[in-house]
């Protein structure tokens, strides 16, 4: 089968396809192959140096999500398991490949109704976005700002904002990505990259009761200071290379809580089938930007790190 390996940890390049042995499924394993495969902005950052939640060393197949079909299983799994249709985690690595073992306790049935492409890009954005949603309690008439809102996690914490009833302030960088968010519904759009975006948001809401802060850095500590009292706080990601590292003792002198956001790995299948199950129904949608085919994961990685991408990067693998 043809696979990506990171050789090293440095830049794209040091992502390199080659033809590599098949896998086989051990015991309590099932053997997929592959059609897409998930890139989370983490994958980036592990492979630039290896900082993430996965202890490893290359060389290694990176990728921790993709989608597809089972084609054989290992010792004491059903047999009745091949050609089912699913997502699932790896475990940290092996799916920038054609074929990949997974565990058989682990995946999750794609719903029939269910592009395989749309699931993948739900398996981690999508329980992401629910878990986020669920830990700050979304309220109708909240005002909510929502960073990075044409993002794979941030255009469904916009979509499931709106659907609790809420105000959806959507900051976003850049006016390509504006137009997006505007499409999902936001009712106020403001590029963050313009100094007067804070100023833009007052104009239009005065204050936020929810931020959503998957940038971290200068802007996650800007939106902060847009709470109002008592307002609440999560922050997820950090896409400017920085957590927003708000100060506790301000926080609590404004009565803002700044939410941490856990759950159990069940919790978390929970969430990933409640994203599936919502999107089958219509009610959530993934917002796929592009695609590429798996020998360019090192362009993909490249326009990610670029901030060149909206919304969710699968690699194509079939």
Known sequence: MRAVWLTEFGGPEVLVAADTPD????????LVDVAFANI???ETQFRASGFGPFAAEPPLIPGNGVGGTVTSVGPGVDPGLVGRRVVSATGGSGGYAERVAVDAAGFLDVPQNLALDDAVALLADGRTAILLARA?????????????AAGGVGSLLVQLARAAGATVIAAVGG??????ARGLGADVVVDYREPDWADRTRSAVETVDVVFDGVGGVIGRTAFRLLDRGGRMVSYGLA?????????????SRAVSLVRASASPEELRSYAATALAEAAAGRLRPL?????????AADAHA???????IGK??????
């Open 23 to 30: 896998p086989e499924p051990g015991p309590g394993q099932v």
């Open 40 to 42: 989370t902005f983490v």
């Open 136 to 148: 700050v309690d979304l309220r109708r008439e909240d005002r909510v700002l929502v960073e990075a």
């Open 175 to 180: 006016p390509r990505k504006a137009v997006v």
């Open 240 to 252: 400017s290379g920085e957590w927003a590292d708000v100060p506790a003792a301000e926080a609590a």
């Open 288 to 296: 796929i930007g592009q695609r590429f085919a798996l020998e360019r």
């Open 303 to 309: 326009a990610i790190e670029a901030r060149a991408t």
């Open 313 to 318: 990067t699968l690699l194509a693998v079939r």
